[in-house]
């Protein structure tokens, strides 16, 4: 629910695009539990520009601003113009301020929702992608970016510690610098009665600056889907491990829309390990309309014991959780609207509303 203007200004394109959708499942199903009585904090949207030749040779210029109701997120990315059976190059400058609910915000609810506790992340990174030419059914990419990392308050004033006092950052100072090289694959084989994904991604920590931060990140995700004459099945497994040097925001959350529907973000907990299992069964109900069950299931494999502060222990999340529920999709040109009711171990229900752009199956 939104609306969307295009404008032509010489070879550059802008599009300006404002978002009603967030606002409305937020005001219907999730009220806020973060004070904000500012005008422009309510604002939903996207601008977008886009120049296909930058300085006559093909470069391409895009900057995109969006802003949520809670969050801002500003990309500026220049990409050079390649050979194609080269590796792409671009070079990334970004900037996002997000609430640090999944790690920091205390369950809601018997879980099923997650408040703030006045911890934001000013995340500033610089850096080059490289993504390489796609093979058969293999994608890959590498990255190398410099992050600045500061967590704010609500108003906006760096802050070291949490509400209990302990420390946000691994540095203890009121930042954390790291430079990290990030390696990315995908497979995909997707047919017309089954599909099976992978994706693979591993985070290394560069000691080349400082007091920066060196770990290894890696996280794996598996899913495949089978059809059952006019039913589909889909399973999927993501796992994920951090050693190393390491603040509470990098932790594993578990818990929420995408990882362990019923619960609120983060909710069931945030560890150096995770484990979330997920299972959906999709039956044809009408002409675009689908009903489904499915049942999620996560863990933080007693992990959350070894994240500085122990934030998930303090706020009381269980470290294992399990979902289950229902949902109606139906299929529209625009996209797929879904309707997902959820409930969690402690038999309290959520609701989940969504609109998937990629067009209805």
Request: hydrophobic share 35%.
């Amino acid at each position: 629910m939104g609306a969307q203007q295009s404008v032509n200004a010489g070879k550059a394109k802008v599009d300006v695009h404002v978002d009603l959708t967030h606002m409305l499942c937020e005001a219907l199903l999730l009220p806020p539990m973060r004070n904000s009585g500012a005008t422009f904090s309510q604002i939903v949207g996207r601008i977008s520009l886009k120049h296909p030749s930058l300085f006559g040779r093909s470069e391409k210029l895009d900057v995109i601003l969006d802003k949520g109701i809670n969050e801002s997120n500003a990309v500026i990315a220049f990409r050079r113009p390649r050979p194609e059976w080269l590796s792409q190059q671009s070079f990334v400058i970004q900037h996002t301020m997000t609430p640090e609910i999944a790690v920091h915000g205390f369950p809601a609810d018997n879980f099923t929702r997650s408040g703030s506790r006045g911890v934001n992340l000013s995340r500033l990174s610089l850096g080059v992608e490289l993504n390489e030419p796609a093979t058969s059914n293999w994608t890959s990419g590498t990255s190398v970016k410099f992050e600045h990392i500061r967590p704010v308050n609500n108003e906006g004033r760096s802050i070291a510690r949490d509400h209990d006092g302990f420390p946000l950052t691994c540095s203890g100072n009121l930042h954390d610098n790291m430079i990290i090289l990030k390696q990315e694959s995908g497979y995909a084989d997707v047919n017309d009665n089954s599909f099976l994904k992978v994706n693979f991604q591993m985070e290394q920590g560069l000691p080349l600056v400082p007091k920066s931060l060196t770990f290894n990140r890696v996280k794996c995700a598996v899913s495949k889907g089978i059809k059952l004459g006019p039913t589909f099945l889909v399973t999927s497994l993501t796992g994920g491990s951090i050693v190393g040097d390491m603040a509470p925001y990098q932790a594993f959350a578990i818990g929420g829309l995408g990882s362990v529907r019923g619960y609120g973000e983060g909710a069931v907990g945030a560890g150096r390990l995770c484990l979330v299992a997920n299972c959906e069964y999709t039956v044809p109900l009408a002409k675009h309309l689908e009903g489904s069950i499915f049942m999620d299931c996560g863990s933080d494999l007693g992990s959350a014991r070894h994240v500085p502060g122990n934030p998930a222990l303090r706020q009381g999340k269980p470290g294992f959780g399990v979902g289950f529920g229902y949902g109606v999709h139906f299929n529209t040109d625009l996209g797929q609207i879904r309707v997902d009711y959820a409930m969690n171990a402690f038999s309290r229900k959520t609701i989940y509303f969504g609109i998937n752009s990629g067009g209805g199956s």
